[in-house]
């Protein structure tokens, strides 16, 4: 068996396990159900249902974040995918190229997972189940792609409605930020108490390091991450991830230009 087709049925296997599981244990009435990859860790299955909803905000809808079954039954279903992860990506310490490729490929397979999960008919029970394989932070349009090729187009539209991958132009009194938007330094103030949580913060403020250089340089802070970074964006990613402020600090910088904002 080749590296892709053991990734794949090690990662079929203890999805199914996983979500047939969650589906008995707990019969309520799903619409989310995904494969998930938070800051390029091991994957896990998340689901909501209407009853979770019901006790959330209605912005909620579809947040893995707020669902108490996001990495459901883990540790007894899933602990050779992690081990598997583990070896695969981290057996010894990846260039920047050899990691992405890596991560790549599982993020590729969690996706053919999710395709053969539907046909083996797991999910018919929940006709209406928006399905996806999904990675957090969101890179690219990958999320939205894999729900375009994994739903009816009844059932992508709904959850369309709710995620518009395609933001509405800035209007004139904002575009002072587009043009000339304000910067800030991101500096790591705090020893991190878990690797994946520098890969996250590595990937989430660009910094130009590579991985090992980053990793060995996150041993020792204060170290800069980013030297000169759209603040706009460091907030948007510190409301995204509340968990990161107690590590890191965002110093807005001198304006490079003396021009008035119109």
């Not at 039954?73 to 190229?97: C, G, H, I, M, R």
């Amino acid at each position: 068996m080749n590296r892709k087709d053991r990734i794949f049925q090690t990662l079929y296997h203890a999805a199914k396990q996983s979500f047939s599981a969650l589906f008995r244990d707990r019969p309520e009435h799903y619409y989310y159900a995904a494969l998930i990859m938070m800051d390029t860790g091991a994957p896990c299955i998340t689901a909501m249902s209407e009853e979770v909803f019901s006790r959330l905000s209605p912005d909620l809808r579809w947040s893995y974040g707020d669902s108490p079954y996001t990495g459901y039954a883990d540790k007894t279903y899933f602990k050779d995918v992690n081990a598997l992860f583990q070896q695969d990506v981290w057996s010894e310490e990846p260039d920047d190229e050899t990691f992405q490729r890596r991560v790549a490929d599982w993020q590729n397979i969690m996706v053919k997972v999710m395709q053969s999960l539907s046909e083996s008919g797991i999910f018919d029970a929940y006709p209406d189940l928006f399905r996806n394989a999904e990675a957090y932070p969101p890179e690219g349009d990958f999320n939205w792609k894999n729900a375009k090729k994994l739903n009816s187009p009844a059932v992508f539209k709904k959850w369309f409605a709710d995620n518009p991958d395609i933001e509405e132009e800035p209007q004139i009194s904002e575009m002072w930020e587009v043009w000339h938007p304000t910067m800030c330094s991101v500096t790591l103030i705090k020893p991190l108490p878990a690797k994946t949580i520098a890969i996250a913060l590595r990937k989430a403020f660009a910094s130009p390091l590579s991985m090992g250089e980053f990793l060995k340089s996150c041993e020792t802070p204060p170290f800069v991450i980013s030297a000169e970074f759209r603040h706009r964006e460091a907030l948007e990613i510190l409301a995204a991830h509340p968990e990161y402020a107690e590590f890191i600090s965002v110093q807005i910088l001198p304006p490079k230009t003396e021009a008035i904002p119109y």
